[in-house]
């Protein structure tokens, strides 16, 4: 009886995979199937175009004898969600002659309610971006979509709300007050304006020297330990940290927009700033790295170009804690199942924080501390050594006396560190571009290779850094981290040569492990 083709796209894991939909109509016995590994929402999709269908003026496929095929290919890629209903309704009306254009270089994506209103879906920042790759030239989207798909170059994004207007538009049998034209969406230009911060560093008393370790961690990309007793402001810090970060950039943006796009995080912004995460201490493994059955970023790729704050990080599970080993060190996460493998980008910043003790009284002068030895030792053995080298800088909180929390002197302000954790990013990204490493954005994401073309020491700073490392019988990975860490505190202080002070202020941080 008839038979069409259109094109939508899967997002599957970060990216998307384009998707033919082809819909087959015989003579007999109504009958309506989905064939190519559907999940239970993509079945159900029979229903929804049904309806739609029928609610758009046109006749209802239940509504006549036939045998209607939906294959979405290719046939080994498993389909997830709503998104195909608007494809399948344009090839099914296609297939039975109501309607007539030409699908070849047009992508249709969208989830059909009922009524044929065309509802928000996941994903579609990596289905545009794989489509323009692919050749296509137009993408109908529903209209929630359209500022984040019209973020990419070079392709026409075609915002519609019902499947009756998108109709009207492609059908070349309409002319005249039948037909609508609908216009390419605008593209979507990026402004960060200034965010309204939360607590100000400035407001914050004392804590001199955490905040100039939140400074440090912010211009290069290095992890940070917060370690005191409770109240001190640990937790403060770490919330006003996030706003010390720079705007994200235009790449860095679709990056970041794509992922929670995929993992149906993304509302009505689009994401222009550094995501800060801040999971619970009971998440599990899989909630953190991502995976599981529906194979979506855990917290740790959420918080990719942006912060990931563990606060109590001793109180999360130790198999979690493990979990961290890999990120921290490559900045990418590796998973396998029984059917696939795929990687997750996980450059990110994290900022823990953590108690002397699980009752945090330990060393306390006003208050006494009621943990055994046994519930002492078992509280830091939490964190092995492994997960120890992986954090640059070591930062104790301690409690305020009585005239520092009287003391109305101001220290400097947010926006003051921020302007000069900004300058150092600078000074960094100059750095990288001149040598052809733009792939690299901090410090921190130097490898063995980098550090030894790009850091270097003079006699001095190295004679302080080689004997440190045999007193303190530290590993390879910390005497890295350490000139990594030296590398940043002289772009904050725009010297182009490591001097001394730098690799001593390094050492500091890297000592308080110790304590």
């Not at 109240?231 to 950039?249: D, V």
């Not at 990204?429 to 690299?440: A, H, V, W, Y």
């Amino acid at each position: 009886m008839g038979f069409a083709k259109v094109f939508s796209a899967q997002h599957h894991l970060l990216k998307a995979e384009i998707v033919s939909v082809e819909v087959d109509l015989a003579r007999g016995l109504h009958a309506f199937s989905i064939v190519g590994l559907p999940d239970k929402g993509v079945e159900e999709s029979r229903d929804r175009v049904s309806a739609a269908i029928k609610n758009s003026g046109f006749p209802s496929p239940k509504s006549k004898n036939q045998k209607v095929v939906v294959s979405l290919a290719p046939a080994d890629l498993r389909k997830e969600g709503p998104i195909f209903d608007l494809a399948i309704a344009l090839a099914y009306l296609l297939a039975s002659n109501e309607i007539s254009f030409d699908p070849s270089t047009k992508l249709f994506l969208g989830e059909l309610s009922l009524d044929g209103k065309l509802r928000r879906i996941r994903g579609v920042l990596p289905q545009v971006t794989e489509a323009r790759a692919k050749g296509f030239t137009e993408v109908y989207v529903p209209i929630e979509n359209a500022v984040e798909a019209s973020l990419i170059e070079g392709i026409a994004i075609f915002a519609v709300s019902t499947l009756q207007e998108i109709v009207s538009h492609l059908d070349t049998k309409r002319s005249g007050a039948e037909k609508v034209f609908i216009k390419p969406f605008p593209q979507t230009k990026m402004s960060a304006e200034k965010r309204e911060t939360g607590a100000d560093l400035s407001d914050i008393q004392g804590q001199e020297v955490a905040k100039r370790g939140l400074e440090i961690a912010a211009a290069g990309g290095h992890s940070i330990m917060l370690h005191g007793p409770p109240g001190t402001g640990k937790t403060l810090l770490a919330k006003a940290f996030a706003y010390l970060l720079p705007p994200l950039s235009f790449e860095e943006t679709l990056e970041v927009t794509s992922i929670h796009s995929s993992a149906g995080l993304l509302h009505d912004d689009l994401i222009l700033y550094p995501p800060f995460r801040t999971p619970h201490h009971t998440i599990s493994r899989t909630s953190l790295i991502g995976g599981g059955s529906s194979t979506r970023p855990g917290e740790i790729t959420l918080a990719h170009r942006g912060i990931l704050f563990l606060d109590e990080f001793p109180e999360f599970h130790l198999e979690v804690i493990t979990t961290l080993r890999q990120p921290l060190e490559e900045g990418v996460i590796h998973l396998t199942r029984n059917k696939y493998s795929f990687t997750y980008p996980a450059h990110f910043i994290l900022i823990a924080t953590m108690n002397p003790c699980p009752c945090g009284n330990l060393g306390a002068t006003d208050r006494v501390c009621t943990c055994g030895p046994k519930s002492i030792e078992r509280y830091r053995k939490k964190l092995s050594s492994p997960i120890i080298d992986r954090i640059d800088i070591w930062i104790e909180v301690p409690t305020l006396d009585k005239d520092q929390l009287l003391n109305k002197r101001k220290g400097y302000t947010t926006d003051e560190i921020q302007k000069r954790v900004s300058g150092a990013r600078l000074i960094q990204k100059e750095r990288f571009n001149s040598t052809n490493l733009q792939s690299i954005q901090t410090n921190s994401e130097m490898g063995p290779k980098e550090i030894e073309s790009l850091i270097h020491l003079n006699t001095e700073s190295s004679s302080i850094l080689h004997d440190s490392v045999q007193k303190l019988n530290l590993s390879m990975r910390s005497y890295h981290r350490i000139l990594k860490l030296s590398r940043t505190i002289a772009d904050l202080d725009s010297s182009k040569e490591i001097e001394t002070k730098h690799v001593l202020e390094a050492l500091q941080y890297r000592l308080r492990q110790k304590d």
